[in-house]
């Protein structure tokens, strides 16, 4: 999930470790429930601490895979060589967001599907729920799974990049800006979103999308593959891939999105398929030149989390 400085909305789809698999609605009954019986509010504490608990008994292991993987990467392939990741600037502000970015993400998805299909659908009761968005619903559904995972990649992906450009300008900037404020790119970094753009990003894209009816058991093989994608293509990595940059969004045309607006930093909106911005005339990988220098130069944003979360209403 930032523009017309330069940026995207998701600039890349948001880390979401931890997001919902194909027991999405069962795993989320009890939350579920609390919100449709008012009686059992007293104890919704008790059980955001075991959704919390839950989030966290995923994301702690990825999070050691991930930085073990990209400490090897990062040590033979660096874009910009110099310090290793864990000695970036703001490494506490981004390990913050990267812990709870999937706790408010899940929530808030919950949320929103739940207040989706009592507007569109007129379903209120969790058993009916939880049978609407298990295995999908309507015609979508009936497609082969890999089928709807690629379906499902695609679509998020081509409304993420206009959201992505939305997000770059005129009133979006403000938040999306959180996103473009680190100044040593790492992994780490991807998960540096601003709640708002997080909200009008890929949460809403992935309601959007499973309330059409495609099957959240998808996100067995999606969920890992947006979080490793998103964790790569932050990495300090020279990696272009080649012929294959038209194909997979790389480290090295992300880090071009994430320069100033004189070395490119309006282009590259894409999240995962490089294809949206030669079609719309955003696509930038400089020959022989690798991406050097980020952050947002119009602006002077805070380096802790709460003054970034403040940081946009202050405006
Ligand atoms: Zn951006
Ligand atoms: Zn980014």
């Not at 979080?227 to 990495?235: G, Q």
Request: charged fraction near 15%.
């Amino acid at each position: 999930m930032q523009a017309d400085r330069g940026g995207r909305s998701s600039c890349t789809r948001a880390v979401s470790v931890g997001s919902f698999d194909s027991r999405l609605l069962k795993r989320e009954q009890i939350p579920l429930s609390l919100r449709l019986n008012e009686a059992a509010m007293s104890t919704l504490p008790m059980e955001v601490i075991q959704v919390i608990g839950q989030t966290m008994a995923k994301i702690v292991p990825v999070t050691i895979a991930l930085g073990l993987f990209f400490t090897v990467l990062s040590h033979f392939w660096a874009c910009n060589p110099g310090k290793p990741w864990w000695r970036k600037r703001e490494l506490i502000t981004d390990i913050c967001y990267w812990f709870f970015v999937p706790v408010f993400a899940r929530i808030f998805r919950i949320g929103l599907l739940v207040l989706g299909a009592a507007v569109l659908f007129n379903i209120h009761e969790p058993d009916e729920l939880i049978a609407f968005y298990d295995n999908g619903h309507g015609p979508l559904s009936e497609l082969p799974l890999w089928v709807q995972a690629i379906l499902f990649l695609v679509a998020s992906d081509f409304m993420l990049y206009w959201l992505h450009r939305m997000f770059h300008g005129g009133g979006f900037w403000k938040y999306h800006a959180i996103h473009h404020s680190s100044e040593d790119l790492e992994w780490i970094s991807a998960a540096r979103f601003h709640p708002v753009n997080l909200f009008i990003g890929t949460i809403l894209v992935d309601v959007i999308l499973l309330i059409a009816g495609i099957s959240p058991n998808i996100m067995l093989w999606v969920g890992p593959f947006t979080t490793f994608h998103s964790a790569f293509v932050h990495a300090n990595l020279n990696w272009t891939l080649g012929p294959f940059k038209y194909a997979l969004a790389t480290p090295v045309f992300h880090r071009w999105h994430h320069t100033s607006l004189e070395e490119g930093g309006n282009t590259n909106f894409a999240g995962t398929f490089p294809l949206w911005d030669i079609l719309f005339g955003t696509f930038r990988m400089p020959e022989n030149r690798l991406p050097d220098g980020y952050g947002v130069d119009d602006q002077v944003i805070p380096t802790e989390i709460g003054g970034q979360l403040a940081y946009p209403f202050r405006q």
